[in-house]
């Protein structure tokens, strides 16, 4: 017997292939080998997660509009991945951290590309511990597990192609340009609408496991966001479906690390670097309680941030705050 999660996978996705057609009680009940009352039950259950499903006589069942909310099973009804998202999707109403959680389940022993998703956060997080605002039903707040075959040096690299994998599919659901500011902020019109989180598990020869942790501001409304950031839905003064962007960010990062894992960063070193909201720009890095001041000049094989100082010496960066001057 199927479990509930896959029954309701099994039905979005057929009425997400037929695009606004109707579907036959008969044809859903032989696809799944239930009985029609049985199909009827599961329809109920997807009506009260909010999808509205409209039933006529002699015609069938028909999807007319989806809720805002981010169910594991419609994540992957159609999800175009091999691993990304396909091993496991562990869904949260509330959660205190999306991180927090994929880190305890990769010590459990979860595989790589298990998703940790919720519809808000009550202690979400970005770099330096500081707080990510995680309103209910405003964004997109996951954590990928990832086991890489990657040195501990490359792990920057591995957040940069998670933002540009993250910019482009931004630019494919909601039409939006966006930016990287190095290393893991994702800017539209100038203001953060996207964080990036990576925290690892690692011996001193080799990597036990990776948190990616990403945060979009999709939906979020200006009066729940801090100064500096925006959303996706300020910027095009339409509502984003979530799902979709969800879809489509681990589609791109699934491409992008399957490349990285068999080219290295090299591969999609430039890509990286058209992205960028910094290069060629004067800029100030805070680390480790050190400032350092110049121009950003480049992106190297390993993903650090090369910056000219005042006396002509090129310096490597990791990591980092940085600020426009």
């Not at 007319?64 to 909310?69: A, E, G, Q, T």
């Not at 869904?91 to 205190?96: E, L």
């Amino acid at each position: 017997m199927m479990k509930e999660f896959e029954v309701k996978k099994k039905i979005i996705s057929f009425f997400r292939e037929k695009r606004g057609d109707f579907i036959s009680g008969e044809d859903l009940s032989g696809a799944l080998g239930f009985s029609r009352v049985s199909v009827w039950k599961y329809i109920k259950k997807l009506r009260d997660d909010g999808y509205t499903i409209e039933a006529v006589p002699h015609l069938g069942y028909k999807l007319k509009s989806v809720p805002d909310r981010i169910y594991g099973y419609d994540i992957s009804s159609d999800l175009g991945t091999k691993v990304i998202g396909k091993k496991a999707i562990h869904y949260y109403d509330t959660i205190g951290s999306t991180n927090d959680r994929a880190y305890e389940l990769a010590e459990e022993g979860e595989e790589e590309g298990a998703l940790v998703i919720a519809e808000s956060q009550t202690s979400g997080r970005g770099r330096i511990g500081r707080k990510w605002v995680s309103p209910k039903a405003g964004g997109v707040y996951m954590s990928l597990i990832l086991r890489p075959d990657a040195e501990t040096d490359e792990i920057p690299a591995i957040t940069l192609i998670a933002a540009i994998a993250i910019i482009r599919a931004i630019k494919k659901t909601a039409g939006v340009d966006a930016r990287m500011k190095w290393p893991n902020d994702i800017l539209a019109e100038g203001k953060k609408v996207c964080g990036i989180l990576t925290e690892i598990k690692a011996q001193p020869d080799r990597i036990d496991f990776l948190i990616l942790g990403i945060g979009v501001n999709v939906n979020t409304p200006r009066e729940k966001l801090p100064l500096e950031g925006t959303s996706l839905k300020i910027v095009k003064s339409v509502p984003i479906e979530r799902t979709e962007l969800v879809k489509r960010i681990l589609e791109e990062f699934e491409s992008d690390y399957t490349r990285f894992q068999k080219k290295g960063f090299i591969s999609m070193r430039e890509e990286c670097k058209a992205f960028s909201s910094v290069l060629g720009k004067r800029i100030r890095v805070l680390e480790h309680h050190h400032r350092i001041e110049g121009v950003a000049v480049d992106i190297d094989e390993k993903g650090a941030l090369i910056i000219r100082k005042d006396n002509g010496v090129n310096q490597r960066i990791f990591s980092g705050d940085v600020v426009l001057v």
